[in-house]
């Protein structure tokens, strides 16, 4: 299965060459997936995305925007100049990880009761 992207070669990927290991290395720890819901539902400032209900510590967040940017999922703009303040944005990399936060919420709400149950929801990861 090849990708629309130029193909990486083994040294580039982390830990092996498995597809799901190396996206796990770029967002499989527990705070990034929420950064990019965060974004994908309208978030863009630092201080928005710190306002989300699951509380991510500031030093954590500053750290996944720094990756996932160096990962080319988040861009920056700065939008205030003194002191410097940026707004993110997903790049169409960081769009693509939709269908995976969409299957992620039909997953949830099928075994984990009590979870939020949106209508639609592959639309809420356009």
Not at 18 to 23: D, E
Not at 74 to 92: C, E, F, G, N
Request: charged fraction near 30%.
């Amino acid at each position: 299965m090849k990708s629309t992207d130029e193909k990486k070669s083994p040294e580039a990927c982390k830990r092996s060459i498995c597809p799901i290991a190396s996206a796990l290395d770029i967002v499989g720890d527990k705070w990034t997936l929420l950064v990019v819901r965060d974004l994908f539902m309208g978030k863009t400032t630092y201080s928005e995305l710190q306002k989300s209900p699951e509380s991510i510590p500031t030093n954590l967040l500053a750290d996944r925007l720094k990756r996932l940017e160096q990962g080319g999922i988040v861009a920056r703009q700065s939008y205030q100049q003194k002191p410097v303040r940026y707004a993110y944005r997903l790049t169409d990399k960081g769009k693509d990880l939709g269908i995976i936060l969409a299957a992620m919420v039909t997953w949830g709400n099928r075994h984990i009761p009590g979870t939020f149950v949106p209508d639609e929801p592959d639309k809420m990861f356009q």
